[in-house]
């Protein structure tokens, strides 16, 4: 099976700072920092659980910084051209070195980041690391650069304003002088002659204040201001082409498996197409990710050797204008269509560094408006999906924290600790309900979204256009498409309103002609709550359903299946889920511990409960307590509870149909938890096993003569 990509993005140097004092404009000192070592092994199979696959890890490269690092050998920068305490993450002052921040010891920040990689590795996920090709910090200078390599600029002609062999672009004999105070917090003034060219195209010697003006322009054999407009000096190689490839191979060797590379679009395609053909063939399954907000070159830089695209212009900028009201549901159709050719290539998101929170007073004010647009996001094309750490408890972005002011986006300039992460990663007890729940919804659905063979490689129909027009359906504020692969069927529909709706979608005839759908009864299950509903699956034919505010459906049913219309399973029990759902756990746990069968005889009430077990010894009291350990071990990992259908002539290798109630119906629900267990069971059931409160042993019995082990246990 293929998954779907799902990355999460991380700052290091906020993700485990534990230092609360966020002072506006402090210190290192003063509001600390995280460290490459906050990614523990615990920290990290969270991050996975989520149901990510990559982690993008932002920062980790050297850059320009106020904190001084003199005494370890590292040049200090001028506070004038640094913006902020911390300074910028794409002002990178050497690209072989990593972040001195980011180290317990200093002197082993690149050993401690290979063995961050390593623990990445380890816990089933694959890194991906910034990539900054177009500028570097003003007073670049690689102090741990491989033996042999020329830094950049060392060779550079500087009488020449542009030399296709120049790394940098000169203003010939001017100093450079921007609309900025160039005397720092010592009373020293920054000098430089002949001043460079600005890293955002800018390339006299003035840049204003909101230039990039902390940044120097690298010289990709362009000549922006060539006498007959701009020309290009690509053959023979450029000096820059070939530092910046052994720059991506350095990396790519520490078992980098990914780069996202910093405004891509500013570097010409034709070295793209070079560097990537020398990294891939090197490392095959390494992949770029392009910056790139220009829908026209989109091709071009896919062409290029770029693996993955941003879509930004389009499809951010249309689910953010859908979520806050602006813009129909319906215009989410458009923008797939206009980039259906490459629509695998292009990475969505609805948050990262440079845009506003979802929550924040400046986009929506308040996350749960993002679950319709995570729903679109997630499962309606095969393509990955970017989330920014914190977005999964509703991180506001409304601190003032230095220089990066209160404007809804998360600072990367200043030191600084993020509450809701903090609380989500390291102190959990403290979450919020509203956090938690809300994290439960973003890993049910990323789950969804790379555990569904009809998300990660099945076909995609978009059901808007025959939906327009009926009075059931608000193409203003709802969105439905199918997902399908082999016998599997997704009905997605995601309701963008404030309030539950009750929606009936059509599904055309065309889509049972595209998709081969027969006409038939069926029973779906929605998988994110696990309610159930029968219905007739015919051509122009409506799909009823009950969509909760600012939420969604996702209904999976099998065209192979045949359901009589009988009730599944029906029983009149009124289960306390999270005693309920321990029970799984300790069938699991069981079975692990003992190689037994799942219980013979359950009492599951809300008080206390018991269960029996045939084993083949009688525990030791050290056994014992690794049962309540291992229980407890698996509540804490937050695993996901979720839901799927299947025959019951079909059962998956893991689940024992001997065990079936002789009248069960042919349809069968199926509740995992994680990838820890699957049982067969309609019982009511938490979201996630954090939800169950923690697990009590109450004692336990032995009967010798049958080798029946009881154990009563309590939920807390």
């Not at 599997?488 to 963008?496: C, H, R, T």
Request: with cysteine.
């Amino acid at each position: 099976m293929n998954k779907k990509l799902i990355i999460y993005q991380v700052l290091p140097r906020l993700f485990g700072n534990r230092n609360l004092t966020r002072k506006e404009g402090g210190t290192i000192v003063e509001n600390g920092c995280g460290k490459l070592n906050d990614f523990d092994t615990a920290t990290l199979r969270r991050i996975r659980n989520l149901g990510i696959t990559h982690i993008w890890f932002t920062g980790i490269i050297r850059h320009a910084t106020q904190t001084d690092y003199s005494s370890f050998g590292i040049p200090r920068q001028h506070a004038s051209i640094v913006k902020g305490e911390a300074g910028s993450p794409y002002a990178i002052a050497d690209y072989y070195d990593v972040m001195p921040d980011l180290a317990m010891c200093v002197d082993k920040r690149m050993e401690e980041w290979e063995q961050l990689v390593h623990r990445t590795h380890e816990a089933g996920m694959k890194v991906i690391l910034d990539f900054v090709p177009n500028h570097v910090a003003r007073e670049y200078q690689s102090i741990v650069r491989p033996v042999g390599v020329r830094d950049l600029g060392e060779d550079d002609d500087v009488s020449k304003h542009f030399s296709p062999q120049n790394d940098f672009y000169y203003c010939c004999n001017q100093s450079f002088e921007p609309e900025i105070n160039l005397t720092g917090k010592d009373g020293l003034t920054y000098q430089e002659f002949p001043a460079k060219a600005t890293g955002n195209d800018r390339f006299d010697n003035h840049p204003g204040i909101n230039d990039w003006y902390e940044t120097i322009k690298l010289n990709y054999g362009v000549d922006y201001c060539d006498a007959g407009g701009r020309s290009e000096h690509f053959n023979p190689v450029p000096d820059t082409w070939i530092k910046m490839v052994d720059i991506l191979l350095f990396w790519a060797a520490k078992g980098v498996d990914g780069f996202r590379c910093d405004m891509a679009e500013m570097v010409p395609p034709a070295f793209w197409a070079y560097a990537t053909q020398i990294v891939t063939n090197r490392y095959p399954d390494i992949i770029f990710i392009g910056e790139v907000y220009n829908p026209s070159r989109y091709r071009t830089y896919i062409q290029s050797g770029f693996t993955y695209l941003y879509d930004k212009v389009g499809m951010y900028d249309c689910v953010r204008g859908v979520m806050r009201g602006e813009r129909p549901a319906s215009s989410i159709t458009y923008e797939w269509q206009s980039l259906d050719d490459i629509s695998d290539r292009m990475l969505y998101f609805l948050e990262n560094h440079d845009e506003q929170r979802i929550a924040s007073d400046f986009f929506c004010g308040d996350a749960w408006k993002g679950v319709p647009g995570l729903l679109v996001s997630a499962l309606m094309q095969r393509n990955p999906l970017l989330i920014y750490a914190g977005q999964e408890f509703g991180e506001r972005g409304m601190d003032k924290e230095g220089y990066s002011g209160r404007d809804g986006r998360t600072t990367i300039f200043d030191y600084w600790a993020l509450e809701t992460l903090y609380r989500g990663y390291f102190n959990r007890e403290a979450l919020s309900d509203e956090e938690l729940h809300l994290s439960l919804v973003y890993q049910q659905i990323l789950r969804i979204a790379n555990r569904e063979r009809a998300i990660s490689e099945g076909q995609f129909f978009d059901l808007m256009y025959v939906n327009s027009l009926s009075e059931r359906f608000n193409p203003r504020q709802q969105f439905a498409f199918l997902r399908k692969f082999e016998d599997e069927v997704l009905l997605v529909i995601a309701n963008f309103s404030a309030q539950p709706v009750n929606v009936e979608v059509t599904i055309p005839a065309h889509a049972f002609q595209v998709l081969d759908m027969p006409e038939k009864d069926i029973l779906a299950v929605d998988l994110l709550t696990g309610d159930t509903l029968s219905t007739a699956l015919k051509k122009d034919a409506a799909f009823y359903a009950e969509v909760p505010a600012h939420g969604g459906r996702i209904y999976k049913f099998s065209t192979k299946m045949n359901y009589n219309g009988a009730i599944l399973n029906e029983h009149n029990k009124d289960e306390f889920p999270p005693a309920h759902t321990a029970e799984h756990l300790l069938n699991q746990v069981m079975l692990q511990l003992f190689g037994c069968e799942r219980s013979t005889n359950a009492h599951i009430e809300r008080r206390k409960s018991k269960m029996s077990f045939v084993l083949d010894h009688k525990p030791t009291r050290q056994e014992e307590k690794q049962i309540e350990q291992r229980m407890n071990e698996q509540i804490e990992a937050d695993l996901p509870v979720t839901y799927e259908l299947v025959n019951r002539y079909q059962l998956p290798d893991d689940v024992d149909a001997d065990r079936l109630p002789a009248d069960s119906s042919d349809v069968i629900r199926l509740v995992r938890i994680g990838n820890f267990d699957v049982c067969p069971c309609i019982g009511k059931h938490v979201r996630s096993t954090s939800q169950i409160g923690k697990f009590v042993m109450l004692g336990t019995n032995w009967d010798e003569n049958t080798h029946t082990f009881r154990v009563r246990f309590k939920i807390v």
